[in-house]
């Protein structure tokens, strides 16, 4: 199926844009370890080349606090994930359950750093079966990719861009390995984003509004992208509803995009 997109004609298509995200097909070919891959939980990968960064990390540790506020939120050393003493001072309670069911799965997520590689744009989830010899059993791996790069790219709004940060991007890929889906079709937002809207509106933020983006060919090389998001703000003694946008640029005519296709499927 080929995407059609006038430069002149501001078009909705089907393309896996940020906190869309990529869910990259489960690989179900396990694969061998020579031992599991480490604990249940969260952890920031440290040790192959998809190894987060101080600074990626202190960026992301910052957002899950205000998103959640677990004000002592932050990873070990070793890279696993606490939440300190669970001291919680506002935040989301969603957030909250969010972390603690992903805590309580038979599963392990590993967070990547991606940043620079274009075959991920904002996030993307993908899944791993591991068997570890001389124990037979099999542990469920998720690899959850972050390009920190991306976030600091985009136009939009203070607001907007907190709504739509690494922290919430996430979020997105984690509720991907606790069994949740994007949309499918155009209208739709998706159960991780309904959930995720449920988390912005606790910590009074805009909605995102739409899961695929509206794109704009600027030129042969270069794509714009636009995300609508939506909030409710009192005049007066009314409640009047305000959009809001998010503006980023994509490399490439976007039928060339690999999001594209991934989801014309």
């Known amino acids: 199926m080929k995407v059609k997109v006038n430069r002149r004609v501001l078009a909705c298509v089907l393309i896996f844009i940020p906190s869309s995200i990529s869910l990259v097909e489960p690989n179900l070919a396990a694969v061998a370890a020579a031992e599991p891959p480490g604990d249940l939980g969260i952890w920031c990968e440290r040790r192959s080349e998809f190894a987060v960064t101080k600074a990626h990390e202190a960026r ?5 606090r205000r998103i959640t506020g677990y004000h002592a939120l932050g990873f070990a050393p070793d890279g696993l994930l606490s939440l300190g003493d669970s001291t919680v001072c506002g935040g989301s309670a969603e957030a909250r359950w969010i972390l603690r069911t992903a805590f309580c799965s038979p599963a392990v997520f590993f967070i990547e750093d991606y940043s620079g590689f274009s075959s991920v744009t904002f996030g993307q989830a993908a899944r791993e079966q591991v068997f570890a010899y001389g ?3 099999i542990s469920n791996v998720w690899r ?13 709004s203070a607001n907007v861009k907190a709504t739509f940060d690494e922290g919430f991007t996430f979020f997105h890929e984690l509720l991907h390995g606790l069994g949740y889906t994007d949309a499918s079709r155009i209208g739709e937002l998706g159960t991780c984003e309904e959930i995720l809207n449920g988390v ?21 090389k270069l794509t714009s992208v636009r995300m609508r998001f939506r909030s409710l703000q009192r005049n007066g003694n009314r409640l009047r509803s305000q959009t809001h946008y998010l503006f980023f640029l994509l490399d490439g005519p976007p039928n060339s995009l690999r999001s594209v296709g991934a989801l014309m499927r």
């Open 60 to 64: 992301l540790a910052s957002s899950l």
């Open 135 to 137: 124990e037979g059993k």
């Open 144 to 156: 959850l990719r972050l390009d920190f790069d991306d976030f600091q790219q985009v136009a939009a």
């Open 200 to 220: 912005r509106s606790e910590l009074g933020l805009p909605l995102r509004e739409q899961y695929f983006g509206e794109i704009w060919q600027i030129t042969e």
